[in-house]
């Protein structure tokens, strides 16, 4: 007998804490709240019952203000919260030094003890760092926010950190799913109310909210993450000349010729040193570059591949749009100061 969820809600909680977002945390709480109660109300002006019971969880209920001082005021604590069945992570600011058991240990406990009840978990965003840390992710794919690639690869290698989804899945029987970007927390509800609630559910939620799931991931968002390591100074003096010269002929084989060292020496120190291969990295560093000038006016894509150090625009246009998804023409129609003002 299928389940009436107008009598027996899903039962849904959503984990806060001073280091989430608060767009994230009550954007999962709203989105998920509202199903079966905001698309008849809009269409039919109707009040029906909602097909989910959400909660906020934290460690205790006193009020507090989480990232931008966004006041949170909890439904339940970490004691109370024991009959979820899908436990809802938004993103958490994660540091380079402490650890999310260092710094949210009864949260990742509770999550622990949760999901080895039953409950299935979702995680938006940097959230799926908590899960890494529990050792639920270990020979897993995961997906978080491109920024956390590098964290991810130190320190859980075990890992398969996939920036470029929209959404992964893990666990036995998919009982863990992640999404990627800030934004992509939408996607994530959808999928969830999707897939335990009904697609129906999740289209009528899609159009109320005018929301467009993403299948193209994060690619055409992602920036080289360009901070410079200390441990290894003869890398770190290339990649501060690199900084600059990243439009140089050849600008690897410049690397290799300042840095002394033979080339196997050289791709190995530096792909231990900052997770890219060389060539990787430069590349990276080109389209970045090539991403600022297509969000300005003025530039046509010629010139651009030039400045970035490509004389072949063809080649150019192939690298942009493998590495990002978009053409130079469609990302600057999306991402330019002229596309945002722009009707859709």
Request: glycine letters at 8%; a neutral charge.
């Amino acid at each position: 007998m299928s389940r009436d969820f107008t009598s027996d809600p899903l039962r849904i909680d959503v984990l806060a804490a001073e280091s989430c977002r608060g767009a994230i945390l009550y954007g999962l709480y709203d989105l998920l709240a509202s199903v079966g109660t905001a698309w008849s109300y809009l269409t039919e002006g109707t009040f029906q019952p909602p097909m989910t019971r959400v909660r906020i969880v934290a460690r205790d209920k006193e009020p507090f203000r989480c990232i931008g001082r966004v006041p949170v005021m909890p439904d339940a604590t970490l004691e109370e919260a024991d009959d979820a069945e899908i436990i809802c992570l938004p993103n958490f600011r994660i540091g380079e030094v402490e650890r999310p058991k260092d710094v949210l240990g009864p949260e990742i406990d509770w999550i622990l003890r949760r999901h080895a009840s039953g409950a299935r978990l979702a995680c938006a965003c940097s959230g799926a760092a908590l899960l890494a840390d529990a050792g639920l992710l270990d020979g897993e794919e995961a997906t978080a926010h491109w920024s956390m690639r590098e964290i991810f690869r130190k320190r859980w290698p075990s890992v398969a950190f996939c920036p470029d989804r929209t959404l992964t899945f893990a666990g036995p029987g998919d009982s863990i799913v992640m999404s990627g970007g800030m934004a992509s927390w939408a996607d994530l509800a959808l999928y969830v109310i999707a897939r335990f609630l009904g697609p129906e559910h999740a289209a009528k939620s899609a159009r109320f909210y005018c929301v467009d799931p993403r299948p193209d991931g994060q690619r055409h968002f992602a920036a080289p993450m360009r901070r410079l390591q200390t441990e290894d100074a003869v890398i770190r003096e290339c990649q501060e000349w690199l900084a600059d010269g990243y439009g140089e002929h050849d600008a690897v084989g410049r690397m290799i010729a300042q840095s002394g060292l033979p080339r196997r020496t050289f791709d190995r120190r530096f792909r231990a040193a900052t997770g890219y291969s060389p060539t990787d990295y430069v590349q990276s560093l080109r389209i970045e570059e090539a991403k600022q000038f297509l969000e300005m006016e003025g530039h046509n894509v010629e010139s651009i591949a030039e400045a970035v150090g490509y004389s072949d625009t063809r080649a150019f246009r192939r690298l942009f749009k493998k590495m990002t998804g978009l053409s130079p023409a469609e990302y600057r129609r999306r991402f330019s100061s002229s596309g945002f003002l722009s009707p859709r």
